[in-house]
């Protein structure tokens, strides 16, 4: 079942984000995940209102039967949560995107970065890939196996969290520390790695495993009384710390 899934997962995200080029009927899965990320990427969600598109896609999964839930970690920032039922028999799997955007300066930009027209086979748009082309993919692999019936044996789960780009506290954070029972899963898909379709064919799929990993470090600096130099150690000891302590003295280690 979860190889089922990741394969959908990958193959949708390649067409959302590569194939726009490709002819699409209308009503297909490619078509209906187009339609998606230019909704998704018309609204302009880079200062928080990340609620008008939980709302939007509540709106899609509530026509479809599935069931979801939005959770406002404050006005206007929500997160929405919908679950497909499996069997039980295996810990669920979580399908999970960030519905909010960097800012953006219009100057640079050389099309409206929320109108998401498509131009020369691309589509444009602040979001497009970053991340509402893997939102609008994760809700057509819910449609999909809702549709298909899928017989299930995990729950899956689809979360589109606000916050992702600096304020984890009004998104992922919140939802752990308030709502970790609506999320609690085996494995997590999220964003990394890309997908390369070329005429209508998958060239090559990169999965990216992990990232961001925390390295913290601190610093314990001193001034001994009188001149002289700053003396400069750690107190904890790992390869940033090193490299700050070296950058500080000047002096290698
Ligand atoms: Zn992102």
Not at 135 to 153: P, S
Not at 232 to 250: F, Y
Request: hydrophobic share 40%.
């Amino acid at each position: 079942m979860l190889r089922r899934v990741l394969i959908a997962v990958l193959v949708i995200i390649a067409i959302t984000t590569f194939s726009a080029a490709q002819p699409r009927s209308a009503g297909s899965p490619d078509a209906e995940v187009l339609q998606f990320m230019q909704d998704l990427v018309r609204m302009d969600t880079s200062n928080g209102n990340e609620t008008k598109a939980a709302q939007y896609i509540k709106a899609v999964f509530d026509k479809e039967g599935i069931p979801s839930e939005i959770f406002e970690s404050a006005p206007g920032r929500g997160n929405i949560v919908a679950r497909l039922k499996g069997n039980g028999t295996k810990k669920p799997v979580l399908l999970m995107a960030h519905t909010d955007v960097v800012g953006v300066d219009r100057a640079k930009w050389t099309v409206d970065p929320f109108a998401a027209i498509v131009k020369n086979g691309y589509l444009y748009g602040r979001g497009s890939d970053d991340d509402k082309s893997l939102v609008a993919a994760h809700m057509e692999i819910l449609l999909q196996l809702k549709r298909e019936n899928v017989k299930l044996d995990r729950d899956v789960i689809f979360l589109a969290e606000a916050g992702e780009e600096g304020s984890p506290q009004f998104g992922i954070k919140y939802m752990i520390e308030n709502h970790w029972d609506k999320i609690d899963c085996e494995y997590a898909v999220s964003e990394g790695g890309t997908t390369l379709v070329k005429d209508g064919r998958v060239v090559y799929v990169a999965i990216a495993t992990t990232e961001k990993i925390l390295a913290s470090f601190a610093w314990l600096r001193t001034v001994p009384l009188g001149t002289g130099p700053y003396l400069v150690s750690t107190i904890r000891s790992n390869i940033w710390t090193r490299r700050s302590v070296n950058c500080s003295t000047g002096s290698p280690r």
